[in-house]
């Protein structure tokens, strides 16, 4: 029971962070790089970073952000809970 009960949770943290991926490559990577590095747009890299999912829900309630934060807060608005956490993930492993 216990052995199945793993499995699915596993089979959970794959999904999310393939989801991760995705959700990255379409919606995030245009300004920050596909591999985090880019600081062209944002003026630093995402790559190294930590605490991605608290900045994230930072944009999402106006408590975190700089002077460009809007354009993070657009880029957030149609992503839910899960989509965050995924994307927030996949970005902490970037180096
Ligand atoms: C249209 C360009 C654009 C897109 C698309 C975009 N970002 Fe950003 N991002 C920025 C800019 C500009 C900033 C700096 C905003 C500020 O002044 O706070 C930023 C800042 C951030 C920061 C904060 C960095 C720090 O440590 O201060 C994180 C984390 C981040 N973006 C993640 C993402 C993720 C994840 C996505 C995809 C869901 C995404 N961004 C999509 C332009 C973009």
Redesign the pocket.
């Known amino acids: 029971m216990n052995r199945i009960v793993f499995a699915l949770l596993m089979g959970g943290t794959v999904l999310s962070a393939s989801q991760g991926m995705k959700?990255?490559g379409a919606?995030?990577a245009?300004?920050?790089g596909g591999d985090g590095k880019d600081v062209s747009?944002?003026?630093?890299p995402?790559a190294g970073?930590k605490g991605?999912l608290a900045?994230?829900s930072g944009y999402k309630n106006g408590t975190f952000?700089?002077?460009?934060?809007a354009?993070?807060q657009a880029?957030?608005a149609d992503?839910s809970d899960a989509d965050l956490k995924a994307?927030a993930d996949y970005?902490d492993t970037l180096k």
């Open positions: 959700i990255y919606k995030c245009e300004c920050h747009v944002a003026g630093k995402l970073a991605t900045k994230l952000g700089g002077e460009q934060k354009t993070m880029s957030l992503l994307v970005v």
